[in-house]
């Protein structure tokens, strides 16, 4: 699956590069005009789709048992599952900024199995495996992603003030809190640019608290194979609720070793 899952990743990566910065782009307010959606994430999701079921049905898998849960009004069940954000960084994205990315995560029985995160302005695959670790392809090179061990005041904490949930739940307060412990504070406005930089050391941690399973389900197990974790505000391991897929998931993302220090800070504030 995971050969399907980045050859649908990068067709929908060459949908995007088709709009990005063009000037007609057609955006969409889904409830206000920082919570929007744009002729690109539509086709995105579109082409994602049709080669994920176009490559199953090649190998002999039924579309009964093909299951999708996407961002842009898209859940159907089945054994197969495959968790699709086709324009991660929607906003990024409509402004001309290049921090964008498809993401997709492959369930197997409601199993996390294999992730994708590619940056097609970037050409650049952020690829995991249960089991089998997470790597990064830069330009064609596969380098291993793990975990450094080194210390947070030499790092940044990413971050996002994107959406009502995360000044529902405190999470500038909570920022405030714990901002000591960094280098300094990062807000780049896409899970997967947040996340692939803890995967390559370069953020400490993530504080987000605006994520759906489809922002963060391929990064949570490149995290998981590259030896981080990724927690809830308790400091219990996410876990994904398939039944309900517009659930918000507030976490934190670190090195094991310092998730019980920044719980309990972010808990306390």
């Known amino acids: 699956m995971f050969e399907i899952i980045q050859k649908a990743a ?20 889904k409830t206000t005009h920082q919570n929007i959606v744009t002729l690109a994430d539509i086709e995105s999701q579109k082409v994602i789709h049709k080669t994920v079921v176009s490559e199953l049905h090649r190998i002999g898998i039924e579309e009964n048992k093909i299951g999708f849960i996407g961002e842009e009004k898209l859940h159907t069940k089945g054994k197969h599952t495959f968790v699709i954000d086709p ?3 929607t906003s990024n994205f409509a402004t001309g900024v290049e921090d964008f990315c ?10 996390l199995q294999a992730g994708v995160m590619y940056f097609p302005t970037y050409n650049r695959l952020y690829v995991a495996e249960k089991g089998k670790g997470a790597y990064v392809i830069k330009n064609d090179v596969k380098t ?18 994107s959406y009502s949930d995360e000044i529902k739940l405190g999470v500038p307060g909570k920022v405030l809190a714990i901002k000591n412990l960094f280098r300094g504070v990062r807000m780049y406005g896409c899970a997967g640019t947040e996340i692939y930089l803890i995967a390559e050391n370069i953020a400490g941690a993530a504080l987000l608290a605006g994520c759906s399973i489809w922002d963060i389900a391929p990064g ?4 998981d194979e590259a030896g981080f974790g990724m927690y809830d ?6 876990v994904f609720d398939l039944e309900n897929p517009t659930k918000k998931y507030p976490f934190i993302a670190c090195e ?14």
């Open 233 to 238: 505000f308790s400091g219990h391991e996410i």
């Open 220 to 223: 949570k197990l490149i995290l």
């Open 144 to 161: 291993k992603l793990q975990a450094s061990h080194g210390l947070l005041k030499n790092t940044f904490l990413v971050s996002s003030l």
């Open 10 to 29: 990068l067709a929908g990566g060459e949908v995007l590069l088709k709009y990005f910065r063009q000037e007609r782009l057609e955006i969409v307010n």
């Open 102 to 111: 498809v993401l997709i995560g492959y369930l197997h029985n409601e199993n």
């Open 256 to 269: 094991p070793q310092y998730k019980d220090e920044l719980v309990k800070v972010v808990s306390a504030s």
């Open 87 to 89: 324009l991660d960084g």
